[in-house]
């Protein structure tokens, strides 16, 4: 532990993963009683245009977090990724933005499709969006310093969290830069069909206050052991690192913003086949 773009995709992906073809552009209406409670927001995608990257099967997941997810808490959106690099990307008008299903519009965002690194640059690892051979890249992305400041990035998607090569730093400095407190994911290979479980027990385990990496580590591995979760962080220093790694959703949000010179540690815990 410790701790431009693609010519094309094809090869780039691995076989394995995840998410909605069809999600209706559905904004999930809560009760005014919970307005003091952090906001989810979702994002899925199954199936690509022109099919330029692998269809995936995890719409049950996408449905089973959100209805776990929002007995408890207010889900604010549950959209697709069409059209939807710029809600990535810091200094866009859709990143801040609810209705558009902004990354920093909510203080929790959760996200299932393909993940990859880039093949002609390790610096660089990303997410992919419906629209043909298009990828939200994290040296774009600044989260946490603008709109509802969000805390924590959920992502059910192969590779990103990569550690092994020491260049997590490298590919996610700019994305915890802005004051993003966790990020949980994987270090190599997820596998769709192991999702759906996985899924509703990672929001009910984080309902009964466990700590956020905790619950993904639990349970992404032991719906699959072939999975490869990870969870990240940041801490002024490694004892702050790996205290801040046990946060809590509700202890998420009152930890102290840590931003870019503050940033002095970085730490990831993997579990998997491949872990180190």
């Known amino acids: 532990m410790k701790g431009t773009v693609l010519p094309s995709l094809a090869g780039a992906f691995r076989n394995a993963l995840f998410v909605v073809a069809g999600i209706a552009m559905l904004t999930i209406l809560t009760s005014p009683a919970m307005a003091g409670s952090p906001h989810f927001g979702v994002r899925c995608q199954s199936s690509f245009q022109d099919t330029w990257a692998p269809t995936i099967n995890v719409n049950a997941a996408c449905n089973d977090f959100i209805s776990v997810t929002q007995a408890y808490w207010p889900v604010d959106f549950y959209f697709n990724l069409h059209g939807a690099q710029t809600a990535f990307y810091s200094g866009t008008s859709s990143e801040t933005c609810n209705a558009c299903g902004g990354v920093d519009s909510v203080d929790f965002f959760f996200m299932m499709t393909h993940g990859t690194i880039a093949n002609n640059n390790a610096n660089y690892a990303g997410y992919a969006m419906w629209d043909d051979n298009t990828i939200a890249w994290t040296p774009s992305m600044r989260f946490g310093d603008s709109g509802k400041q969000v805390k924590v990035l959920a992502t059910f998607s192969c590779d990103t969290l990569k550690n092994s090569d020491k260049l997590l730093p490298s590919r ?10 966790l990020v949980v994911g994987a270090h190599d290979l997820l596998w769709d ?11 009910l385990n984080m309902q009964s206050n466990a700590p956020i990496g905790g619950s993904w580590l639990d349970s992404v591995y032991y719906a699959n052991t072939s999975n490869n979760p990870t969870v990240a962080n940041t801490g002024a220093n490694a004892a702050d690192c790996w205290n801040r790694q046990g ?13 870019d010179g503050k940033v002095g540690y970085y730490c990831w815990t993997n579990w998997g086949s491949s872990s180190q």
Do not use: I, N, P
Not at 172 to 180: H, M
Not at 193 to 203: K, L, P
């Open 172 to 181: 996610w400095g700019k994305a915890f830069a802005g004051g993003l407190k």
């Open 193 to 203: 069909g192991s999702d759906d479980t996985a899924m509703q027990d990672f929001a």
């Open 247 to 259: 946060a809590s959703v509700s202890t998420v949000m009152s930890e102290s913003v840590l931003r």
